[in-house]
């Protein structure tokens, strides 16, 4: 059999194409390779990303809903605050009123009295319409008045005092029965009468005879000098 001659030629040309063919194939399974490679870093970061995606959603909802839960609680307690203000607006003129009798209270308090409630009595607003106390820290100065004010009314309280009549001054013993009136007399007896409150302060009146003596054999009762009994003493109400 006869072959027909291939030019060499044509058989290099071949050769080349052939390498480059290989080549070809060669970049494409690398590039293939890589691919691989790549999509399974896409694939890893991908999660990773929806995972980070996930938790943003779920901390941008638990931040929705506190918000929520803040604005209501703000809501709240902002209401309470004005129920508590529309309570001491009403209660006012009330605590007003009563500022406005313990003042009138005071000035037939005796002197003893106001002065161990001058603390007290000095914190009583002038004007309660501008006063900066607060609602409380008024009503605690009420009642702290009060309460000693009703515990000084409730007994007879004993002091000994100076008072002083025309140019003489006299040590007396004081017998307050509670804010009615009170019995008083000297050591020796010459200056002894009563007091009464009356509306600009207390006032003294001296006595003379069986009503002197019968006020300073009460106040020597008082003081367990002489035994108890019955006697009947001169007072007046104002």
Known sequence: MAFASTPASSVSGARDIYKEYIEVRKLIGEEANNWETQKVSLGDMISVLKTEITQIEEAMSELKKSSTTADQKRAELAAKLEAG????????????????????LSARMPDMLKRELQPLLVRLPDDPSATRLSYSQRMQ???????????FNSDLKYISEVKTVGTESFEVQTIYLGLAAAL???AAGKYTGYGYPTNDGWKWETVTGPDALSITLAVD???SRKAPAFVSVPIKVD
């Open 85 to 104: 203000r529309a309570t001491s607006t009403a209660f006012d003129p009330q605590l007003a009123k009563y500022e406005a009798s313990v003042k009138a």
């Open 141 to 151: 100065t009420l009642i702290g008045i009060m309460a000693q004010t009703d515990k």
């Open 184 to 186: 008083f007399t000297d």
């Open 221 to 223: 009762i008082y003081l």
